[in-house]
């Protein structure tokens, strides 16, 4: 699998990262495992992960695999805090207290020394961002973390951390980005690529609407039929979204390969966009989604995506020119 650097630093990560949402939940420990064998065997080294998963039963997972099965030298680790909420003084948000806090909870869970790359999992308005990204700077000082960034900050607040995080520059930031979902690019994106933050799409097939499997109906072992995930999902099954899954179906089908790696692969190679973070229920599912690395689209079909999933941009918003 081909490696990119992330953001401007050193850091060099596989241009796909696993997603770890669902373990601990929908899938299991030999699940997780088998995804683990199979996004390393393909190349793949970032895996991400989040101190919310699963109640911290994600990392746990993570953690014993990297013990027993996959070298962790061989791994960019990746976790997130913030969003974790428990009781007491230091149960959540950005706060020096709480942030330490939880980076010592996800090292014991992980049964490591020290991630990779630590992220914040969404701004808190409630701490001031000068004690949040103090509490960056410690971590990095203490070895505990070597790079961090951050998620689902909007095109302002990306802006403010990444001026003000001048000791230990942050170099990442994750975002939901992909065909259906493209409102990044209005102020993220030219934010991320003026300050040298890299882009790692979070749903980047629309939260399952781009694989085509809600055109005819809502498959019953689909998140779709879920309780827990329809709300989810029923966000992007409008009708912008159905021609969009059209083209993408009806260039798969000249490529002779999957809408899902369609999807992929044209966000994948978006203007910023270091790695999407792939989600699977199970290891087909990931086999499916790592078959994307040998697809390249060509450019009258990456054009004629641009076009049917375009969105407006008004004044003030200049990019792309």
């Not at 490696?3 to 050193?10: D, E, V, W």
């Not at 428990?86 to 948000?93: M, R």
């Not at 914040?120 to 004690?131: G, Q, R, Y």
Request: charged share 20%.
């Amino acid at each position: 699998m081909e490696k990119r650097q992330l953001g401007r630093s050193g850091l060099r990560v596989s241009r796909m990262a696993l997603g770890t949402m669902t373990w601990g939940g929908d899938t299991d420990a030999d699940e997780a495992a088998s995804q683990l064998v199979a996004f390393v065997d393909a190349g793949g080294t970032l895996v991400d992960t989040a101190d919310i998963y699963g109640e911290g039963e994600s990392e746990r997972m993570l953690g014993a695999l990297l013990a027993d099965l996959v070298p962790r030298e061989d791994i960019v680790l990746a976790t997130k805090a913030v969003a974790r909420r428990t009781d007491g003084p230091f149960g959540g948000g950005a706060s020096r207290g709480a942030l330490l806090s939880a980076l010592d909870g996800s090292l014991r869970r992980l049964g490591t020394d020290h991630v990779d790359l630590w992220q914040l999992h969404a701004w808190d308005t409630t701490v001031p961002l000068e004690e949040t990204l103090a509490a960056l700077d410690y971590a990095v000082h203490s070895g505990k973390v070597r790079y961090t960034g951050i998620s689902n900050y909007s095109g302002w607040q990306v802006a403010t951390a990444a001026a003000r995080s001048t000791a230990h520059p942050i170099v990442s930031t994750q975002m939901e980005y992909s065909l259906v979902q493209r409102g990044v690019e209005r102020e993220v994106v030219p934010a991320c690529e003026y300050h040298g933050i890299g882009l790692l799409p979070w749903a980047p097939l629309g939260r399952g609407v781009l694989t085509g499997k809600y055109r005819t109906g809502t498959p019953a072992d689909s998140r779709g039929a879920s309780p827990a995930y329809a709300g989810y999902v029923e966000q992007h099954r409008t009708d912008r979204a159905a021609r969009i899954v059209q083209a993408v179906a009806t260039a798969a089908d000249g490529l002779g390969t999957s809408p899902l790696c369609v999807a992929l692969a044209w966000v994948r190679d978006r203007p910023g966009v270091v790695a999407p973070v792939v989600g699977a229920r199970d290891t087909g599912q990931l086999t499916g989604s790592l078959a994307a690395e040998e697809i390249t689209l060509p450019p009258a079909i990456k054009a004629a995506l641009d076009d049917v999933s375009a969105i407006e941009f008004g004044y003030p918003e200049r990019w792309p020119k």
